[in-house]
């Protein structure tokens, strides 16, 4: 199992924006792709310009299967005017 | 409920004894704390100096119960000298 954190640091007048196409794609995923066994999106307490995706995957082919899917490529190509600065994201194992 | 991504970055000769510690801090975390719903440790699969806790929690009072233990606190205590620089906690709220 994969499980991923893929942080973004969104305008100030881009936040509705990016949650509503998030949450497209956390739908479509949802529905959509085969081994995705969580994908959720959530928002900073403290600071909402934080949003965050976390994921479980089953393997590494569903989580590239994913990252090719035209649902995946669309909320990209619309996200990405509402990045304030580069974010990053993280591929983790379970230890414990 | 309140989702916790608290990231570390450890130096390279303290990485197996900051999981032996945080292995502890999990098990202990999950046999005591109340309102603990998940507690796991994690590796990035590219960097393994990158360890990280993702969390979730019942509500604030559950997370300060569980700052406030002492297993946190001597876990805390070992964990100082093993990080290479600081890391970061987001505390999170569900969106979808």
New interface residues.
């Given amino acids: 199992m ?2 991923v ?1 893929a ?1 973004n640091y969104i305008k100030d007048e881009k936040i509705t924006a990016f ?1 509503e196409a ?2 497209e794609l ?2 479509q995923t949802r529905e959509k792709d085969t081994g995705c066994i969580r994908y ?7 600071d909402p310009h ?3 995706m ?1 994921e479980e995957w089953e393997d590494q082919a569903s989580l590239a299967d994913h990252g090719a899917s035209p649902h995946f490529k669309k909320a990209m190509e619309a996200m990405k005017e509402m990045i304030e600065k580069p974010g990053d994201s ?7």
């Fill in positions: 994969i499980k954190v942080k949650v998030a949450t956390v739908k959720e999106l959530v928002q900073d307490m403290k934080i949003l965050t976390l993280n591929f983790y194992k379970t230890l414990i």
